[in-house]
């Protein structure tokens, strides 16, 4: 059955991703590991374009689209959004990019994620990029973070990084398998951390 974003997507660009050559690289943490700064900083120092899932279906349901009501609807009966309705916002937000270089923020959160993307979009990633960071770090992050955030209290936070653990860690150790995992210790101070990402990404730039 093709959905109203398979057939715009055909007719917006007529050119597959896989076209495209396009460098995918997969950004995971918990909760407080600092990942959405240093995906600041590898935007600005080596030009990748940033996509967070999550910010792709909130401006999809924001749109007022079909989809997005779809989705709207589903959060709000408490369900969750299928891994292939995500991957199809991803894949529409790489077409429609005039960049090949993407950071991909936050996802897959778990296996049925990773399985959807890859044969969705016929795309693996480049690496993994895991910021790995002790559950006591974050947690002093995330309650000291104070941004009026009401779901930064202890037991949420417990809550949310134990969500986490399940479902990410299946990820994560399927790409270590494959050896395509890059770990950053995330507890170390900001300026630090972000040498430890440049190392990696020097290399792929000069590729």
Not at 44 to 62: C, M, N, P, V
Not at 97 to 124: H, M, Q
Request: with cysteine; net charge negative; proline share 4%.
């Amino acid at each position: 059955m093709e959905t109203a974003i398979d057939s715009e997507n055909k007719e917006a660009n007529g050119i597959s991703l896989s076209e495209k050559k396009v460098t995918v690289v997969f950004v995971l943490g918990g909760p407080g590991s600092g990942k959405g700064t240093q995906c600041a900083n590898i935007v600005q120092h080596f030009g990748y374009t940033h996509l967070s899932a999550g910010d792709l279906l909130r401006a999809e349901i924001k749109s007022g689209s079909e989809n997005g009501t779809m989705i709207q609807n589903m959060i709000k009966d408490g369900k969750i959004v299928p891994s292939e309705v995500t991957v199809k916002l991803l894949q529409r937000a790489m077409q429609d990019s005039s960049n090949d270089k993407f950071l991909i923020d936050g996802f897959p959160r778990n296996e049925e994620n990773r399985a959807a993307f890859e044969s969705v979009t016929g795309i693996e990633p480049e690496f993994v990029l895991f910021f790995e960071c002790p559950e006591e770090e974050m947690e002093r992050r995330l309650l000291s973070r104070n941004q009026g955030r009401e779901d930064d209290n202890i037991d949420t936070v417990q809550k949310r990084f134990k969500v986490y653990m399940e479902s990410s860690l299946p990820v994560i150790e399927y790409y270590i398998a494959k050896g395509k995992v890059r770990k950053i210790e995330a507890a170390k101070p900001v300026k630090e951390v972000l040498e430890a990402v440049k190392t990696i990404f020097t290399p792929l730039k000069e590729k």
